[in-house]
């Protein structure tokens, strides 16, 4: 089979021959027909993540046909032939609450991931692709789809009507943020450092949103909202501060990420005299997974896919997450490969 391989660290992708794979007991092999990026696959090519290993097959987000299974239970032979998607988080363990500290991992690092023509992976992350999306849009959903929502709904438990401030919303977890709170009836409202992604945040349903590269954006933003109920933010760093600010006394602000890095200027006052909930959140728990899955489908939400590459391009599409040019997901479909046959 072939695959997307990154070989050492700051290395083009290549998209090359490895060993074909075999299903062991209780996993499935998926021939993968889309696959999207995240902002860790880059990290991974750039040797910024922890746990590194190269040769990778990077990739947490795939959607595909179930090809064979290992183990050959009448249960596990059902799957063979069914369209998946593919819940990245393996081995999430016996607790709702947080990951098992000591078995949990994603897809596609260290374990080979869904950037090859083909994926092993464990039958209990398969989940039947929602019929109303292509593979393209299957794919982009798993780890920013779950993200998403388990920011939104299982930690901030987002209500009607509450005012939700979502920031970087070229981003794909607070893309699909964006689209499940407008779905769930939130004033939702926007920060990005681009007017144009500001203006297709508002096209999908966002109130109103300001460009954080602009000095006043935090004033601009308490002038459109008043205080914000809940606050999602994958960015961290000083700005974080700011948003600690824009917050209601008792509100909720969940976050999921630090692409920004560490905040150098937390007032910690502002945190106990509001009465602030920071909540912390990574992926989901599998009844997260199939909550998203079950609320896209309800709602008939589709994912915004900001681009398509071929496997052949993969490190223009790699380029293009580091440049954060998307607004989007960033997908490559193995549907296109030439040696693709059905
Ligand atoms: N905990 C988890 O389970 C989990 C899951 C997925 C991702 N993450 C983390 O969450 C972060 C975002 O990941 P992603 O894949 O959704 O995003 P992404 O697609 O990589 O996009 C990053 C976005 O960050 C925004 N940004 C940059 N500087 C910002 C600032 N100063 N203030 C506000 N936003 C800013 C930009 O938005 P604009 O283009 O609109 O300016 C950019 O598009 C990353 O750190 C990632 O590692 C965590």
New binding site residues.
């Given amino acids: 089979m072939k695959a997307l391989v990154i070989t050492e660290k700051d290395k083009p992708l290549e998209w090359k021959e490895v060993a074909d794979l075999q299903a062991g007991p209780g996993e499935a092999i998926v021939r993968v027909h889309a696959a999207a ?4 696959d ?2 991974i090519q750039r040797g910024q993540y922890a746990g590194l290993r190269y040769p990778i097959v990077v990739g947490s987000d795939g959607a595909g046909v179930v090809v064979a299974v290992g183990g050959g239970s009448s249960a596990s032979g059902a799957w063979i032939g069914k369209a998946v998607i593919i819940d990245p988080a393996l081995y999430w363990g016996g607790h709702a609450a947080y990951q098992d500290p000591l078995g949990f991992r ?1 897809l596609g690092l260290p374990d080979d991931g869904t950037m090859a023509e083909y994926v092993r992976v464990p039958i209990a992350n398969l989940v039947e692709k929602p019929e109303h999306l292509s593979f393209e849009e299957a794919a982009a959903l798993p ?2 789809g ?3 929502y ?2 939104l709904f299982t930690r901030a438990q987002v209500r009607t009507g509450e005012r939700v401030l979502i ?10 943020a964006l689209q499940y709170a407008v779905a769930a009836g939130a004033k939702v409202y ?5 007017n144009e ?2 203006d297709r ?1 508002k096209a999908i349903g966002a109130v109103g949103g300001t ?3 602009n000095p006043d954006w935090v004033a601009a933003l308490r002038k459109l909202a008043g205080g914000f109920d809940v606050v999602l ?5 000083d ?1 974080f501060s700011d948003l600690l600010d824009l917050s209601v006394p008792g509100g909720r602000v969940v976050l ?5 890095g560490n905040p150098s200027n937390i007032i910690l006052r502002r945190i106990f005299w509001k009465q602030l909930n920071v909540l ?5 728990s599998p009844e997260d997974f199939a909550a998203m899955v079950g609320f896209v489908s309800k709602h008939g939400i589709r994912p915004v896919v900001d681009s398509i590459f071929t496997p052949e391009d993969g490190e223009a599409a790699f380029r293009l ?1 580091e440049e ?4 989007g ?2 997908v490559i479909s193995f549907q296109q490969s030439a040696i693709f046959s059905w």
């Fill in positions: 990026l995240n902002h860790r880059v990290w994603i780890l920013a779950v993200t998403a388990r920011a920031t970087g919303i070229g981003g794909g977890v607070a893309l699909f926007v920060s990005s450092g681009s992604k500001l945040a460009n954080y590269k933010d994958g960015a961290g760093g700005g999921y990420g630090a692409t920004r912390g959140s990574t992926m989901g997450m954060e040019g998307q607004f997901k960033i």
